[in-house]
């Protein structure tokens, strides 16, 4: 993940890396599943823009559009800080297969 280096975020965690993390996919019950993640930030601040930020916008727009968007945050940023999540426990759920939280399974036991 990246950010300015001047985002409040950035000083946030340098002061507590401590951070829980949950990404959601799905749009449907059927399809609903949730990967939750804790642990431990790494901040590095670069100059100009993480590669990384680059790559991830080269996968999701066509060739011209990611040109004009590298340009733009290459005006944009003189310094970036790149966030690396160190993962100290892991749980992946998948709603529509069964696997779900135990206590999300007993309430869904009790409604039916």
């Not at 003189?78 to 069964?98: K, N, T």
């Amino acid at each position: 993940m990246s950010t300015a280096a001047t985002a409040p975020k950035v000083k946030a965690l340098s002061v507590r890396p401590e951070v829980a993390l949950t990404i959601d996919a799905g749009d449907t019950p059927g399809s609903a599943k949730t990967l939750s993640v804790r642990g431990v930030v790494h901040l590095t601040i670069v100059d100009g823009v993480v590669p990384e930020y680059l790559a991830a916008a080269r996968k999701n727009f066509d060739a011209e559009y990611a040109a004009e968007f590298e340009r733009n945050c290459r005006a944009m940023y003189d310094q970036m800080a790149r966030i690396a999540l160190e993962p100290q426990w892991a749980r992946f759920y998948d709603f529509g297969a069964g696997r779900m939280p135990e206590f999300l399974a007993e309430l869904a036991k009790k409604s039916s």
